[in-house]
């Protein structure tokens, strides 16, 4: 599912500036997994994102449609790290 909602961000926001700086330099790209415990705190973490003005998409299984995963547009990492604190980084 992050493979899927990565490429499905990526793909949807292929116009942004940020998306096209980011894809410029594929050999230094850098990417952060972080874990939610459940489907109510990833919930939370696109409500966050939504009020602050973060644009990212989210994925659900189908045909269940349970939310599963969530990708945010590349941002400069003090902007949206405060938003993610509450998640834990996975190794």
Not at 8 to 35: A, F, I, S
Not at 57 to 72: C, D, F, H, M
Request: proline content about 5%.
């Amino acid at each position: 599912q992050g493979c899927h909602v990565v490429s499905k961000t990526v793909w949807e926001l292929r116009e942004e500036p940020n998306v096209q700086d980011y894809m410029k330099d594929m050999d230094n790209m850098h990417k952060v997994t972080l874990g939610a415990a459940d489907e109510g705190e990833l919930a939370a973490i696109a409500q966050s994102l939504e009020e602050n003005g973060i644009k990212h998409r989210v994925w659900r299984e189908q045909p269940e449609g349970i939310l599963t995963a969530l990708a945010a547009m590349p941002y400069p990492r003090g902007l949206v790290a405060p938003l993610f604190k509450s998640l834990k980084l996975l190794r």
